[in-house]
């Protein structure tokens, strides 16, 4: 059980955060003031009593055969793809070949509009999970695991860091911390801005541990959730850009809209139905709900996931059109065109009130109602 719920944290606590000198944890949420009337609590409560009640799935002792792409392996490949306009600058020390990475960053923004973005992507690999990281100096917090990289590789990711941000931008303390908790064994997969003069560049960190040195699927849509951090151009933690009109929902938006760009990119490569996908991923998340490890609010544990299922639950209502969801458009702007209060309103209370049939997520005549 705690080894899954670690999975689904670490899949939520992802996404773009500023490394600074006091220390902080790698990726950073907005403290939320959500606030919940009486009445949809109580839709809450009476929405679990009944899935408690009714879904056998929850008398198994174990969550393991629930979770999303467990068990699921294939090569890490892409189709051919058109070259962007700035390539991948990559610093890959895994096993992976370097034209399967840059194959799939180039698919991946072959999937959405035209940016100037360009991208650090640093994949390195670490032992078997030990915990809490000992001895950590660094700014970052996270996931411990046996360091493997030698002196060598350790300079190269330093180096390479100084090599991306140039001379414009004074960011060797940073490359300093990426590089030392590589090598003290520090897990992360996260999308950083190392520099605010220079915003269109943008690092991203994945590690590889001995389960994902198998290729399961999951590294996949590890790979595209942080990628498209990247080509979110208006991240509300970097700028004072609000995606809807309250600032409370930018962070589930640019976490959700990660996600659900990340399940359909893989969904679509891996011959999987997109529908029995979010079926999946929302018995999954209903799962750790009702056994008290997360809640119905869109905050984490689970936030990634919970806000996806949202944006599923507005594509399916005719709110939200799906091709600017997935091709990033709704992040180019930053006057909350794309999401008023009401869409966010029915998202965040109406997201989980729909059961898994045949396979399909089939929502309630209230979650659809206009």
Not at 267 to 273: D, E, G, V
Request: glycine share 4%; with cysteine; aromatic share 10%.
């Amino acid at each position: 059980m705690k080894q899954l719920i670690f999975l689904i944290i670490f899949l939520s606590a992802c996404g773009a955060s500023e490394v600074t000198e006091q220390p902080t944890t790698v990726t950073t949420s907005p403290k939320e003031t959500t606030t919940t009337s009486s009445s949809t609590t109580s839709t809450i409560k009476e929405t679990t009593i009944k899935y408690l009640v009714q879904n056998p799935i929850l008398d198994e002792e174990s969550i393991a055969p629930l979770v999303p792409f467990a068990e699921r392996y294939s090569s890490f490949e892409c189709p051919d793809a058109p070259l962007p306009k700035k390539e991948l600058f990559l610093v890959n020390l895994s096993s992976i070949p370097d034209e399967n990475l840059i194959q799939c960053y180039n698919y991946a923004l072959s999937k959405t509009i035209p940016t100037e973005i360009e991208t650090l992507l640093i994949i390195y690999p670490v032992g078997d999970y030990v915990g809490e990281l000992q001895n950590n100096d660094t700014p970052y917090r996270g996931a411990g695991f046996e360091p493997v990289l030698n002196e060598n590789e350790v300079s190269t990711i330093y180096e390479r860091v100084l090599e991306f941000y140039g001379p414009e931008c004074n960011v060797e303390q940073q490359a300093y911390g990426i590089a030392r908790y590589a090598e003290i064994g520090g897990g992360q997969q996260v999308q950083a801005a190392l520099c605010p003069e220079l915003s269109n560049k943008k690092t991203v960190i994945i590690t590889i541990d001995p389960e994902r040195k198998k290729i399961p699927i999951e590294l996949q849509f590890v790979f595209f959730h942080e990628i498209f951090h990247a080509l979110q151009i208006h991240l509300p933690y970097l700028d004072d850009c609000l995606l809807s009109d309250s600032p409370e929902d930018s962070f589930a938006l640019v976490e959700g809209g990660a996600n659900y760009f990340a399940w359909v990119t893989t969904a679509t490569l891996q011959n999987i139905p997109k529908e029995q996908l979010m079926g999946e991923w929302l018995t999954f998340i209903k799962h750790i709900i009702a056994v008290g490890e997360s809640t119905t609010e869109f905050k984490d544990p689970a936030i990634a996931e919970k806000a996806a299922i949202g944006l599923y639950l507005l594509v399916q209502r005719g709110d939200l059109d799906e091709e600017l969801l997935l091709n990033a458009t709704i992040f180019s702007t930053c006057n909350g065109d794309y999401f008023s209060s009401e869409m966010m309103t029915i998202a965040r209370q109406y997201w989980y009130d729909a059961e898994v049939v045949n396979g399909k997520v089939l929502y309630s005549d209230q979650a659809l109602s206009k």
